[in-house]
């Protein structure tokens, strides 16, 4: 269980984050919506210790991530596996090597070329991309893939680091609808199949309802809904975010039933409020 206690994050004058307290069950896969600048990936990046927070806690299982240092928060980090929308591979190196990177964050900080990979981590690397459907891709550099194949072999290279929590930020916001539904197809499998949580940054509300069982809107910085994804209505969108559509990007201007191929730039040049 991950419990989050009046977090707050500031930048100068702004609260990225402020004063969110929410209660994340274990095995849930939840769905942070909002809009550009809503504070979902510093909120994400909270949780994971890429940055320190300005108040506030932050609770696994009973304990305090927010004061763990050295080896306890590399062992932290590592079991909070982080996917990012531009995938974060190293282009020139194979597919094997590169899930086999995700061992590194468990093992400590020994150069990845240099090292040895046990033959035991091989074997749990080629069964996580057997799982994504990657076998076949194992040795071709993975510049070389499509964008879904290349977040889901970002995936695998979580899955190796057996984390107990999946952060995704934006994970299918680069990809084609087909890719999207494989990429976040294969987050819910993982998350069924093996009981990881995930939390999962998203624009589109749709996205949100088909995958999660729980949805988390927020808007500056602050938790605006929390609950089902019945539950976040048409009316309570409306409150929300002055917008009475479920199935658009949250954002008056968009009118697009898909999840629309924007670019983070164009994104973000269409959803500054
Ligand atoms: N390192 C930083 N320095 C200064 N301001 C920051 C920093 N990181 C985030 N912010 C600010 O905090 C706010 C929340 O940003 P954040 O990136 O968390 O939003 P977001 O919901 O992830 O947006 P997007 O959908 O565009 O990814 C924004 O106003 C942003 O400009
Ligand atoms: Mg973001």
């Not at 970002?154 to 990429?183: C, F, Y």
Request: aromatic fraction near 4%; include cysteine; hydrophobic fraction near 45%.
């Amino acid at each position: 269980m991950l419990e989050l206690y009046s977090l707050k994050k500031s930048f100068g004058q702004v609260n990225a984050v402020d004063d969110v307290t929410v209660t994340i069950e274990a095995g849930q896969m939840v769905g942070i919506i909002g809009r550009s600048g809503a504070g979902k990936s510093t909120l994400l990046r909270l949780v994971n210790r890429l940055i320190e927070p300005t108040n506030g806690s932050i609770l696994f299982n009973g304990r305090d991530i927010t004061k763990l240092w050295g080896r306890d928060l590399r062992l932290w980090r590592a079991s909070c596996a982080m996917i990012f929308q531009q995938f974060n591979l190293v282009e020139r190196m194979d597919v094997l090597t590169n899930v086999l990177i995700g061992r590194v964050a468990h093992q400590g900080p020994l150069s990845t070329v240099a090292r040895r990979f046990r033959e035991e981590e091989r074997a749990l690397a080629v069964q996580a991309l057997d799982r994504l459907d990657l076998l076949s891709q194992a040795l071709q550099k993975a510049g070389t893939l499509s964008g879904g194949q290349q977040q889901r072999v970002a995936i695998a290279k979580a899955l190796v680091q057996r984390p107990e929590i999946m952060l995704a930020d934006e994970p299918i916001a680069s990809l084609d609808p087909a890719n999207a539904t494989r990429v976040m197809d294969a987050l819910r499998k993982i998350n069924r199949e093996d009981g990881i949580t995930v939390l999962v940054n998203l624009h589109t509300l749709d996205t949100a309802r088909t995958y999660c069982d729980r949805i988390i809107a927020m808007r500056a910085g602050r938790i605006v809904f929390e609950g089902l994804p019945a539950e976040l209505t048409r009316e309570r969108l409306q409150a929300i975010y002055g917008i009475d559509g479920s199935d658009f990007e949250l954002d008056e201007s968009v009118t697009s039933t898909a999840i629309a191929p924007l670019t983070t730039s164009q994104s973000r040049q269409k959803t500054m409020a």
